[in-house]
């Protein structure tokens, strides 16, 4: 059993589209994340929702929506698609409010902007 | 000045080998600290918790010193399957990563 499952795990795109990632947790938690990981291999946080609702939204171009329809998805809808946005994007889930609690994360969609 | 930094390395030492990762924080406020592993073409996994006490994983140690905010990981007797990139990592409610120090171990 995958506890933080993403889909697809590849997207090979063009320039100008919109497309959507998907996750899901199966561990009964309450907050989600979306990370982007650049080039660079740096993890910068883009979303975070708890319990459906959205708690912190980074400096992320308007773009990328984020939409939670239960606790256990949050999916990631990218508008108007740019080179720029190449990178892999991990969704990840943790318990909320624990000092301590780890974050568990998904495989990865790895985005290609052609 | 950025909220979690690391030295990107890469660390390059052969099996057997012990070798220590540094990482800073900023946020003296934070209360949780984690070391995460990250295989290439994989997704972070958690490699242990840092605890004020500091805590010890068979050959993984951890170190955590609030007052010059920073956190230490050492792995002793280094094995080809511990070549990865290291992740530090801040807070829990929104973890934040540093960049990773990449460890490459030879034979």
């Known amino acids: 059993d995958t506890a933080v499952s993403q889909t697809p795990k590849y997207l090979v795109t063009q320039m100008g589209n919109d497309k959507s990632i998907k996750c899901e947790q199966n561990?009964?938690?309450?907050?989600m994340y979306w990370y982007k990981q650049d080039s660079k291999k740096f993890l910068k946080i883009m979303f975070s929702?708890?319990?459906?609702?959205?708690?912190i939204n980074e400096t992320v171009p308007n773009r990328f929506s984020p939409k939670s329809p239960d606790k256990a998805h949050l999916n990631l809808h990218i508008n108007s698609l740019e080179l720029g946005d190449s990178a892999v994007y991990f969704c990840?889930?943790?318990?909320?409010?624990?000092?301590?609690?780890?974050?568990?994360f998904g495989q990865g969609t790895r985005l290609t902007v052609v | 000045r950025k909220e979690v930094e690391q030295d990107p390395g890469p660390f390059n030492v052969p099996e057997g080998a012990t070798v220590a990762f540094n990482c800073t924080y900023s946020?003296?406020?934070?209360?949780?600290f984690f070391w995460y592993r990250q295989d290439c073409r994989k997704e972070p996994k958690l490699l242990m918790s840092?605890?004020?006490s500091g805590n010890e994983d068979g050959r993984f140690t951890a170190q955590l010193n609030r007052a010059s905010q920073y956190i230490s990981l050492l792995i002793r007797d280094s094995k080809l399957s511990d070549s990865a990139t290291y992740l530090c990592?801040?807070?829990?409610?929104?973890?934040?990563f540093g960049r990773g120090t990449s460890l490459i171990v030879h034979p």
């Open positions: 929702y708890n319990n459906k609702e959205l708690i």
């Open positions: 990592v801040v807070g829990s409610y929104i973890p934040t």
């Open positions: 946020n003296s406020a934070s209360q949780s």
């Open positions: 561990l009964g938690h309450d907050t």
């Open positions: 840092v605890y004020s």
């Open positions: 990840a889930s943790s318990p909320s409010g624990g000092v301590g609690t780890e974050a568990f």
